[in-house]
């Protein structure tokens, strides 16, 4: 279930990686209040980014832009740049219902509609036009075989999804959010709201969307031995005078045994954080 580092992409397949999304400058603010200011980094395709750091730095707030999830916080501003190829994230010309179908987000606490298990998955593709029952079915089964669901609901499917374990709602969430076939997932410390079996699964399940299907994943946890195993590249946020600042970004190999920055160490030794 744990991985080890050998999870991680390999050094060589680290150098040809192309950058998905290039972010410069960002920074948010909540009423005239930085959270976090000033972060340039570039995302890697086909591969998992880690944002670790303490409490407060910054790594949620840092999430929420790049789908624009910021826009529905009221008081909430952001500035910078964000490209996704030749989209310009925080143009406000940007469609943003297209733009949360290509970048999809996993919360925390898993957050399934109060509707069967099937239609978790069925009312959002109705949503996003995919008019046609079988292929609907077809991308239930798909997405629920994907996240390793499918042999446990599927004689319940018209079961609510509230009646699962946390794990399973979490996995459903993440089987929504692939049927409409994103380009990015955004995990919001995911596996922390789990027990540790069902953060193993989910976990796995992480490592097997980049490694088969070739998913970017973003992902903020708190967890440095998960980061550790899980990661290509990790990002470390801190408070500095009140706000957040990115310290080092680097691949996980680097971050973890050879880090550039003072603080990076201390925290990677456990000594900071
Ligand atoms: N909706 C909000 N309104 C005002 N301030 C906020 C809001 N959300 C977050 N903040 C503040 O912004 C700063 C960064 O918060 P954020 O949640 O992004 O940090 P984090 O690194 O994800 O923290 P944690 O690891 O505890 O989840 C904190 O000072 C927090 O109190």
């Known amino acids: ?158 079961d609510n999804a509230l009646t699962l374990s946390g794990g399973q709602k979490q996995r459903l969430c993440i089987a929504r959010t692939l049927a409409l076939q994103p380009e990015i997932l955004l995990m919001d410390e995911p596996c922390s709201a789990l027990d540790p079996i069902s953060s193993g699964i989910v976990e796995d399940l992480i490592l097997r969307l980049r490694q088969k299907y070739n998913y970017t994943i973003i992902i903020v946890t708190h967890n440095l031995a998960q980061a550790k195993r899980i990661a290509d590249y990790t990002a470390l946020f801190w408070v500095d005078k009140g706000c957040g600042r990115l310290i080092e970004f680097a691949p996980a190999e680097q971050f973890f045994n050879a880090p550039n920055n003072e603080l990076t160490k201390a925290y990677v030794n456990g000594i900071k954080g």
Not at 21 to 26: A, E
Not at 33 to 51: C, E, G, M, R, Y
Not at 141 to 153: A, I, R, Y
Request: glycine share 6%; proline share 6%.
């Open 1 to 158: 279930m744990t991985k080890s580092i050998h999870n991680n992409l390999d050094r060589h397949k680290i150098a040809e990686i192309q950058p998905l999304m290039q972010i410069h400058q960002l920074s948010l603010f909540y009423n005239q209040k930085p959270a976090f200011k000033d972060v340039t980094l570039s995302i890697p395709q086909n591969s998992i980014t880690a944002i670790v750091g303490a409490s407060g730095c910054g790594k949620s707030s840092f999430l929420i832009c790049l789908n624009r999830l910021s826009d529905l916080i009221p008081g909430c501003t952001v500035s910078g740049h964000i490209q996704l190829g030749t989209l310009n994230i925080l143009s406000p010309k940007a469609n943003t219902t297209a733009l949360r179908r290509r970048i999809g987000t996993i919360f925390q606490k898993p957050n399934p509609f109060p509707m069967s298990i099937k239609k978790n998955i069925t009312f959002p593709l109705k949503e996003h036009g995919v008019k046609d029952s079988q292929q609907r079915h077809n991308i239930v089964e798909q997405v629920l075989k994907d996240v390793g669901l499918w042999s446990e609901v599927k004689d319940r499917l018209q």
